[in-house]
């Protein structure tokens, strides 16, 4: 599976951006997807998961309320809707796909680039 996600970019507080993750192959569904995110200096760190089927999401408490993960599979793509922003949300995010929808980094098998959100005061 490879992962190509975009979306990123320089934004005000309070605004908002809808990060996109496009899959390869035939097997999406099968996959949970994640989006996780790397502030400078800080560790990557788990921002939102969704199932296979889409019917169980998962958030950070940092991001519950504020960010909506959806996909689509009949496209292959995972989105992350980030609504609210805010300084800390600053990072670069990454989507990433497990065989099953965990929050743990390292149960994921496949990642993707990054992108990059800015989020300015």
């Known amino acids: 599976v490879q992962l190509q996600a975009s979306g990123g970019g320089l934004v005000q507080a309070g605004g908002s951006l809808r990060l996109s993750c496009v899959a390869s192959?035939?097997?999406?569904?099968?996959?949970?997807m994640g989006w996780f995110r790397q502030a400078p200096g800080k560790e990557r760190e788990f921002v939102a998961a969704i199932s296979g089927s889409g019917g169980n999401t998962y958030y950070a408490d940092s991001v519950k309320g504020r960010f909506t993960i959806s996909r689509d599979n009949a496209k292959n793509t995972v989105y992350l809707q980030m609504n609210s922003l805010k300084p800390e949300d600053t990072a670069v995010y990454y989507c990433?796909?497990?065989?099953?929808?965990?929050?743990?980094?390292?149960?994921?098998?496949?990642w993707g680039q990054g992108t990059e959100v800015t989020v300015s005061s």
């Open positions: 192959g035939r097997t999406f569904s099968r996959y949970a």
């Open positions: 990433a796909a497990s065989p099953i929808v965990t929050s743990t980094q390292n149960i994921y098998d496949y």
